[in-house]
């Protein structure tokens, strides 16, 4: 399998670390990205400047290759179908990208398997949403394309009908949790399956973002043993081939929902590369070329905060405070090849390690103070 | 300095494992290698192909870029002194270089000072060599150009001179040694040092090449305080800048002498991408770009095998056994975009880990047995 010709529908920050992983077994890698200037641009083996939605596209990128994965879920399905019956091996597999693609099928998929999930009413449009008063507060969630925080709005009060959606979405209950919570699940052809330990996951109170993480998530081990559980029934459910990332609400009551899922590396795996036995993006290498999975044994407690671009910045993009970080014992700043940065752009993220979990804590805010992605020209 | 026009000299598999590193960091790396299918080709963001040794080559170059690093000793270092002289940066400097690119300078070297090595002869040709049978046995070595056991001869009694090098070289008094030892140095411009763990290396009996290696050395910490020692004075010395690596010999009486060195990543530091908080390559990095030096912090025991083209076979290479090696926990090959095997080339390497070090062993002799480069013409 290490022989075969690969390729990946997207260039961004989750196929630049692919491609990071890759360089160890001579995978010689071709990636497809509408964007000129995308991450992989100047890293890829191979790097193909074209649409990801558009059916010839993709099909014509995947034509000449043996196995094709994502790093995005929003590609062109049709096309992979098509290669798929070629004999192409798409993993994950177009029919669990069609599902994950559009929240509605995804969360009527988690009822149809028995899948814990915040109870939800399928709308079509903001009217169909209005009429749902009682079900408040909840999230009003888009169908399709929602990504990084855009497509979900919160929905406290009738006042807020306004920011619904007038498109098809569903409204999700808003559930009150303790924790949101993280397993990746890595799932080969053979039907092997591997999870990651339980990460912990903090918002941005504004922006929907993940600000920072802690792995491992600081539960009891029942409720550990739950989300660990959850995530691997999950993705046998998808049958996917591949990772799955498995977000989950920790309740006030102690119950574990599944939140949503991405279907490739995730955010809150970053971490993994510097942290673990095998990194989120071999792990992935491993289940979809169908070869033995990795340990995902962690050599201690660490962390992750994103760098996103600063507010009132736009433009090229200046580092400051990177030789502070890099003169912090076991900070490991990762960079995203993004020359221009914007407000809340994912620039880069920093993995930090320690074995105390306070001194962990610690420097994760000596962290965020001390790094900033701005711009030459401010705005 | 993050923003700095970098090069590297070199575009073998260290340069490979350079780049791997760099992407962390968005630095867009020139390589300059004279093979067109070099194993950075593929990876590297910018490839030059020219002549290391042709002094416009090499000048040329190097004056669009900052900052000039080399991953191989055999260069044109006039044509690096002349870009010195421009204000270019050139680490590890032209005249570390120099001197270690010499044998004959490097032995000279340690002794005005003061560092321990081993005794030895300047000799001129064969027939001056042929002169000093009472200083056998003895190793015969090139003054110039000996790479990866080439260039090196033992010389057992005086049946053996006519394997001596016809041209400058030294003889060097054949010392009875218990271990060979390691320690990679790195330095920066302001003067910071921060060494790597001791390893221990085990030869190949018949090549002359690191066979496999394990980290932590098993000494005596006497034994590695003086290990450490020696390898920190030897890189205040030549005030490199970059990283150098020290091979050591333990003597049968417990003393350190050096053997040689070496002003780049070495082969006795691949380990530490998986085994260490830092890798050599990303130290190097800190170290060129005057950083601060990263923690060298071991996860745990460590192992490194060198990955050979298998006797008998040359032409495209086939991996045999990558399967069963990375379905054993902790067994990590890393192959170095080489298409061609041929015999005794270095064409990969294998870190393995494990905390119990009896484990770490047996799954060195199980990685032996099970990987072969061969291809699928045999000769």
Redesign the interface.
């Known amino acids: 399998m ?1 022989s075969s010709r690969i390729g990946i529908l997207g260039g961004g920050q989750l196929g ?1 670390m692919l ?2 992983a890759a ?4 995978l ?1 890698i071709h990636v497809l990205d509408p964007d000129a200037e995308a991450p992989c641009k ?2 890829a ?1 191979h790097f193909h400047h074209g649409s990801l939605q558009d059916y010839d596209t993709v099909y014509n990128f995947g034509k000449e290759l043996d196995v094709i994965t994502i790093e995005i879920e929003k590609v062109n399905v049709d096309a992979l179908e098509a290669l798929e019956k070629e004999g192409k091996k798409i993993y994950p597999q177009p029919a669990v990208i069609r599902k994950i693609q559009d929240k509605r099928i995804q969360k009527q998929f988690y009822i149809e398997n028995d899948l814990p999930t915040a109870e939800f009413i399928l709308t079509e449009n903001r009217n169909d949403t209005a009429r749902h008063a009682s079900f408040l507060p909840a999230f009003h969630k888009l169908g399709k394309d929602g990504y990084d925080g855009r497509g979900v709005q919160r929905i406290a009060s009738e006042n807020d009908f306004d920011k619904a959606f007038d498109q098809p979405g569903l409204l999700e209950k808003a559930v009150p949790f303790q924790k949101e919570l993280a397993v990746i699940v890595a799932r080969n052809p053979s039907g092997e399956v591997v999870t990651f330990p339980t990460v912990e996951m903090v918002f941005h109170p504004e922006h929907n973002l993940v600000e920072y993480l802690f792995a491992p998530a600081e539960i009891d081990p029942e409720i550990d043993r739950k989300a660990q559980e959850t995530a691997r029934q999950t993705a046998e459910a998808f049958q996917i081939v591949g990772l799955l990332a498995v977000e989950l609400f920790l309740t006030a009551e102690g119950e574990i929902l599944i939140n949503e899922v991405a279907p490739r590396p995730h955010n809150s795996g970053h971490h993994t590369i ?1 942290a673990n ?1 095998t990194s989120q993006y071999e792990q992935h290498w ?1 289940a979809i070329l169908n ?2 999975l ?2 995902t ?1 962690a ?2 407690p660490s962390a992750m905060v994103n760098l996103l671009g600063e507010e009132g910045f736009q433009g090229s993009a200046v ?1 400051e405070g ?2 502070t970080l ?2 912090t ?2 900070v ?6 993004k020359f221009v940065t914007k407000p809340f752009r994912k620039m880069g993220h920093i993995t930090i ?1 320690d074995t105390d979990i306070r001194a962990l804590k610690e420097k994760v805010e000596f962290v965020k103070r001390n790094i900033k992605v701005i711009s030459k020209e401010s705005h």
Chains 1, 2 share one sequence.
């Open positions: 290490l630049l491609l990071q360089i160890d077994w001579n010689e100047k890293i083996p510097r036995a491993r070869l033995p990795g340990s044994h050599y201690g580092y990177m030789e890099l003169a014992e076991q490991f700043p990762f960079l995203y090849w390690m």
